[in-house]
């Protein structure tokens, strides 16, 4: 179990900043191996999303000082851009949790998402993340919202969304990292109310690996996937994801 909760934070810490989606991970990897227990409840689950919460406030760190001190329109683009998915992962988390976590649409959706990544690279990118306006930044939120819906990945859409309003690839990933801290520190904090008011026991141990886990590698895919797009464009992350795609329709068909 241990071994499972190491490696599930591990795809944790890569996926949720890789465009691949880490809700498709976290949904697949345990179906696709028949996985069951502690690694494959609500509870561990906040666990790994506040492991990559704590890459992200080191990680940025430095970048948030400076917001709240010196940058404030910059602060009031996230305030802007935050505000569709926290809506909507108030109001339809629940139905997204029973209804769309199904192998097939995640497929679907990793071959969708994939697309517009490979068109959003095609755009002009020339805006440095402070000329960030309300449009962009509505925009930007919207496409993070859509990102409820498992597969679709939210570093994958929003840095798309980035690219088409103009922003360098570098900057629209640092704006999408910015804006997804509020947007999973609300998700954890309201998935752990739900945790604490149950009657699960905990096993500390392994929710503290698959924590460790997810946040060492976290912050790495964060220093990495930053680094990497002052290059390369997305598309190999687009491949994976066809590549993932088709992995899932074959293990349908193969339990089918």
Partial sequence: MIV???????????????????????????WFFDWKGDVNTLTFDVALHAGTLTALLVGFWKDWLEIFTRKKKLLGMIIVASIPAGVAGLYLNDIIEKTLRKPLLISLMLVTVGLVMLA????????????????????????????????????????????????????????????????I???????????????????????????????????????????????????????????LAVVIIAGIWLRG
């Fill in 4 to 30: 499972e909760a190491i490696i599930l934070g591990v795809i944790q810490g890569l996926t949720e900043f890789f465009p691949v989606s880490s809700t498709a991970h976290l949904i697949i990897i345990p």
């Fill in 120 to 183: 959003a690279e095609k755009s002009q990118k020339r805006k440095d993340m402070e000329k960030t306006n309300f449009l962009d930044a509505l925009i930007i939120g919207i496409a993070q919202a859509v990102a409820i819906i498992p597969g679709v990945s939210r570093s994958g859409i929003t840095i798309s969304a980035g690219l088409f309003k103009g922003l360098k690839r570098e900057a629209a990933a640092r704006f999408s990292f910015l804006i997804s801290t509020p947007i």
């Fill in 185 to 243: 520190a609300g998700a954890t904090l309201l998935h752990l109310k739900k945790c604490l008011t149950s009657r699960e026991l905990y096993d500390i141990p392994l929710f503290t690996v698959g924590f460790i886990s997810s946040a060492i590698t976290g912050f790495l895919a964060i220093v990495f996937l930053l680094n990497f797009l002052k290059k390369y464009p997305l598309n190999i992350f687009v491949y994976y994801r066809f590549i």
